[in-house]
């Protein structure tokens, strides 16, 4: 029944989106913005592409997919929004079913994600807001997962989950910081239990700042920064050893005259 469950959600969930586009075929003005930066990406390359838009990861998605299937940007637009309004409405079902809900509910999970008037309105617009909720609802589902089975194949899959909604919507940051902390209200398990599953969450956030910060010293302009900042450390240090054995130096020859007048 599930499967039937599925079936008819990702029926309706293409059917609402195409039914608004044949209806409101004037899409929003966002959406230019990202064809543009789409565009510009496949001409001009990345840095181009974030000088139109900030987060490159929808225009690059768009202009990969545009080339790989051979379509317009518009309608590549309109596919992936086909695609993550299908996939956002099964992954809110399973969520649910995760919380041990049963088929009538599962019915009643369907019904309100695809009548979710805010959700709705959005169908037909090209946004990176319909790739955001499906990552995010994907990532707690991925949470919920490791904190039933505390299994490492959940937990890096919730922040690589999690990681590319952050790309798609900055919010998605504020989750991968804070969401972890919820293992500390687990009073069920030991302090030393509910740390090490705090680690593991926090695991592709790490690899993600070491990678970031190793990409950031190994830039050219922070690293003449970086060789003007260690040479200056260098300098300092020579001046240091010589004012030290200057001192030194001073140190025996007044110990030598007051042992000679003594």
Aim: with cysteine; charged share 10%; net charge positive.
């Amino acid at each position: 029944k599930i499967h039937q469950i599925y079936f008819v959600a990702i029926i309706i969930s293409i059917f609402l989106p195409a039914l608004r586009i044949y209806h409101y075929p004037v899409f929003n003005i966002d959406g230019l913005l990202y064809l543009k930066a789409a565009n510009v990406f496949w001409t001009q390359g990345i840095k181009a592409s974030i000088a139109v838009y900030g987060l490159p990861l929808y225009p690059i998605v768009l202009s990969f997919t545009s080339k790989l299937l051979s379509l317009s940007l518009l309608h590549t637009g309109y596919l992936l929004n086909y695609i993550f309004s299908a996939l956002t409405v099964l992954i809110f079902i399973r969520l649910v079913k995760e919380l041990g809900a049963s088929t009538k509910l599962l019915w009643l999970a369907a019904l309100v994600i695809l009548a979710y008037i805010e959700f709705n309105h959005f169908r037909a617009d090209i946004l990176r807001d319909n790739g955001y909720w499906f990552f995010y609802l994907f990532s707690i589902f991925c949470f919920l997962r490791f904190m039933e089975t505390q299994k490492w194949f959940f937990a890096i899959s919730w922040g690589c989950v999690i990681l590319i909604a952050a790309l798609f919507r900055i919010e998605g940051a504020l989750f991968f910081f804070f969401i972890p902390l919820i293992v500390f209200l687990f009073k069920s398990r030991s302090l030393y239990e509910r740390f090490c599953a705090f680690l593991k969450l926090n695991i592709v956030l790490l690899v993600s700042l070491f990678v970031t910060l190793m990409i950031f010293i190994l830039h050219q302009g922070v690293l003449d920064h970086a060789n003007r900042f260690f040479d200056l450390i260098n300098e300092f240090s020579k001046g240091l050893a010589l004012f030290v054995g200057i001192s030194s130096m001073n140190m025996g020859i007044k110990l030598h005259v007051i042992n000679s007048i003594a």
